[in-house]
């Protein structure tokens, strides 16, 4: 499993962001499927209706609907956390979309993740340990 940020999934269905090409080969290394938040899937899905409407959109749904991607649920405790996580690194801001995923890193024991948003090398699961940022 790896958790998955928006900017991969945006720049993986449009082939105009500047980190198209990286995030394709960098995805043929991960096992799937990817997994996600609804507020991370809810932003890429916002990025992507900006960048160029309703065909990008439609592509990230397909990617929902063929299993590659998956949206975990968030437990009680998850949500609790998500919301302490926000008031510890407000300085950045943390935005809901990285707290989710960096919840769900805490309560599934999960280290990797694709992103391209430099915060996570900020992030510390648990307050201590660093992500495996993929692409590095």
Same mark, same amino acid.
């Given at each position: 499993?790896?958790?998955? #940020?928006?900017?991969?999934?945006?720049?993986?269905? !449009? +082939? !105009? $962001? @500047?980190?198209? &090409?990286?995030?394709?080969?960098?995805?043929?290394?991960?096992?799937?499927?990817?997994?996600?938040?609804?507020?991370?899937?809810? $932003? +890429?899905?916002?990025?992507?209706?900006?960048a160029?409407?309703s065909?990008?959109?439609? +592509?990230?749904?397909?990617?929902?609907? =063929? *299993? %590659?991607?998956?949206? /975990? &649920?968030?437990? *009680?405790? /998850?949500?609790?956390? =998500? @919301?302490?996580?926000?008031?510890?690194?407000? !300085?950045?801001?943390? #935005?809901? @979309? !990285?707290?989710?995923?960096? @919840?769900? +890193? &805490? $309560?599934?024991?999960e280290? *990797?993740?694709?992103?391209?948003?430099?915060?996570f090398?900020?992030?510390?699961?648990?307050?201590?340990t %660093?992500?495996?940022?993929?692409? =590095?």
């Open positions: 499993m790896t958790l998955c #940020d928006a900017g991969p999934l945006v720049a993986l269905i !449009d +082939a !105009d $962001e @500047a980190d198209h &090409e990286t995030c394709a080969l960098a995805l043929r290394t991960l096992a799937l499927p990817l997994v996600t938040t609804w507020p991370t899937f809810t $932003e +890429a899905m916002y990025l992507l209706g900006r160029g409407g065909a990008g959109q439609q +592509a990230l749904w397909k990617l929902l609907l =063929s *299993r %590659r991607l998956k949206i /975990a &649920e968030l437990s *009680r405790t /998850a949500v609790e956390r =998500s @919301a302490t996580l926000m008031v510890k690194y407000a !300085d950045r801001p943390m #935005d809901l @979309a !990285d707290a989710t995923l960096v @919840a769900l +890193a &805490e $309560e599934r024991g280290r *990797r993740i694709f992103t391209l948003d430099d915060d090398r900020v992030y510390r699961i648990h307050g201590r %660093r992500f495996e940022i993929i692409p =590095s």
